[in-house]
């Protein structure tokens, strides 16, 4: 088997037990990472410093020193919106392009001391607003598995990595969305973990109250190892996929929602394994559904208006911006001024609050929600222009985010060859059970 085919598990064992020497790891990510130059999956390549950090492990393992690490030696990507000491940070914006942190965001030193090695920073949307990665200043991401296609965003080179095998772990941010949908679009596994689970100081959010750091994996073994290790939380038992007596919910709404033939194929095909498993399906209503993408768009396009003054104020240069950024102050400006204030932005609010309700109302009975991640696989390039896309994009995902529940997308089943994701939102914490359904789905179609 090729290094670049391990996963991240089996690559730190292989690397503990001394069968691969971390530099051997390394340079073959960096190899891959060259050659898929043309997808344009990272703004960095932290190729020497990775070479002397996989040094480093070496030395270590010799000196018996180490060995106990989750992620000895595993290549892992971090999308640009999070710092890294003395390695650029660019939120893919021309108004970052020389900023260079002084310190690590609090994730990626939990990588370190896990042992993990920081290969790059991967392309984003322009400080991650966006479904495609076609608003990066650096260009857009083009997918692995077709290149005339987008990747999904905002963490579109995070996934699209991952999906490449230029590294076997990535971390992304979600907000709205911005790791589930790339995964889906990607073939990868996308997890954004319950709102707060894991410290999010270090990376330069705007939307406080949603972003959430991500992870981008391919396998979902994978994922609750790289959890374990950003989230802190040990003990958490393996998952074995096995998903019998459990309850899962399907919202009638998520039947009404528009979706291609292939996505509502895959979805009635998703709910059927998990049956033949052993899981109770059963359907419930989120009467509130509809409402969650433009109660998001308010919501976040209000505190991004709001945390951007910070970022202003030590980078005037605004014209350096791109227009989705503009757009997006613009309205967060206009919901929150005069009148609108009460007529969107409240409204919004009652919104959450309500959707917050309903999702846990039916998590009360449910284990966990079964729903697509994206009502399309992933869109030519140059298709996001057009709003009625867009919306389509991430309709499934925003109501999860105001909810603050964890949510991980998997690969089940291909349209015209590409990729769909199905969702499990679980309730909160409960990131391992989510990750075992999930197991379940993958280990049914391998
Ligand atoms: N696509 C969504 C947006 O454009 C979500 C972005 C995100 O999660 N950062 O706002």
């Given at each position: 088997m090729k290094i670049t085919d391990y996963t991240a598990a089996s690559l730190s064992a292989a690397i503990t037990s001394g069968e691969i020497t971390p530099t051997a790891a390394v340079s073959a990510y960096l190899e891959k990472i060259r050659e898929d130059r043309q997808l344009n999956d990272f703004i960095t390549v932290c190729a020497d410093q990775a070479l002397q950090d996989a040094e480093k492990v070496e030395q270590d393992l010799k000196d018996s020193k180490r060995t106990d690490k989750k992620l000895l030696g595993v290549p892992v990507?971090?999308?640009?919106?999070?710092?890294?000491?003395?390695?650029?940070?660019?939120?893919?914006?021309?108004?970052?392009?020389?900023?260079?942190?002084?310190?690590?965001?609090?994730?990626?030193?939990?990588?370190?001391?896990?042992?993990?090695?920081?290969?790059?920073?991967?392309?984003?949307?322009?400080?991650?607003?966006?479904?495609?990665?076609?608003?990066?200043?650096?260009?857009?991401?083009?997918n692995a598995l077709d290149i005339d296609r987008v990747a999904g965003g905002s963490s579109g080179g995070s996934a699209n990595a991952v999906a490449a095998g230029e590294v076997p772990l990535a971390l992304g941010t979600d907000t709205g969305g911005s790791v589930r949908q790339p995964a889906a679009f990607c073939g990868?596994?996308?997890?954004?973990?319950?709102?707060?689970?894991?410290?999010?100081?270090?990376?330069?959010?705007?939307?406080?109250?949603?972003?959430?750091?991500?992870?981008?994996?391919?396998?979902?073994d994978d994922a609750l190892l790289l959890f374990?290790?950003?989230?802190?939380?040990?003990?958490?038992?393996?998952?074995?996929?096995?998903?019998?007596?459990?309850?899962?919910?399907?919202?009638?709404?998520?039947?009404?929602?528009?979706?291609?033939?292939?996505?509502?194929?895959?979805?009635?095909?998703?709910?059927?394994?998990?049956?033949?498993?052993?899981?109770?399906?059963?359907?419930?209503?989120?009467?509130?559904?509809?409402?969650?993408?433009?109660?998001?768009?308010?919501?976040?396009?209000?505190?991004?208006?709001?945390s951007f003054k910070k970022v202003v104020a030590a980078y005037p240069h605004t014209e350096l911006l791109g227009d989705e950024v503009k757009r997006r102050m613009l309205t967060g400006a206009v919901v929150t001024d005069g009148e609108n204030y009460d007529k969107l932005y409240i409204n919004a609010?009652?919104?959450?609050?309500?959707?917050?309700?309903?999702?846990?109302?039916?998590?009360?009975?449910?284990?966990?929600?079964?729903?697509?991640?994206?009502?399309?696989?992933?869109?030519?390039?140059?298709?996001?222009?057009?709003?009625?896309?867009?919306?389509?994009?991430?309709?499934y995902l925003?109501?999860?985010?105001?909810?603050?529940?964890?949510?991980?997308?998997?690969?089940?089943?291909?349209?015209?060859?590409?990729?769909?994701?199905?969702?499990?939102?679980?309730?909160?914490?409960?990131e391992r059970d989510i990750l075992n359904i999930g197991k379940s789905l993958m280990n049914a179609v391998k």
């Open positions: 990507a971090v999308k640009d919106n999070i710092c890294t000491a003395g390695v650029k940070t660019t939120c893919a914006s021309r108004l970052l392009s020389d900023f260079v942190p002084d310190s690590d965001a609090e994730v990626v030193a939990r990588l370190k001391r896990a042992g993990a090695i920081i290969i790059g920073k991967t392309n984003m949307d322009e400080f991650a607003f966006g479904s495609a990665n076609e608003y990066s200043a650096f260009g857009c991401v083009r990868v596994v996308g997890l954004k973990p319950t709102y707060g689970a894991i410290d999010r100081r270090g990376v330069i959010g705007l939307c406080p109250s949603m972003e959430q750091v991500g992870q981008l994996s391919k396998t979902c374990s290790v950003v989230s802190g939380r040990d003990g958490l038992r393996d998952i074995d996929g096995n998903v019998r007596g459990i309850t899962v919910g399907v919202a009638k709404e998520f039947f009404q929602a528009e979706k291609s033939d292939g996505v509502r194929q895959a979805f009635d095909n998703a709910i059927r394994t998990l049956k033949s498993l052993g899981v109770n399906v059963v359907e419930v209503s989120i009467p509130s559904f509809f409402a969650g993408l433009p109660a998001y768009h308010v919501l976040s396009s209000a505190e991004a208006v709001h609010a009652k919104v959450r609050t309500v959707i917050t309700a309903e999702y846990d109302n039916v998590l009360s009975v449910c284990d966990a929600l079964l729903c697509p991640t994206t009502a399309t696989v992933a869109t030519p390039i140059g298709g996001i222009t057009d709003p009625q896309q867009e919306h389509m994009c991430d309709s925003a109501p999860v985010s105001l909810a603050g529940l964890p949510a991980v997308s998997v690969p089940f089943g291909k349209e015209n060859g590409l990729p769909i994701g199905v969702q499990i939102i679980g309730k909160r914490n409960a």
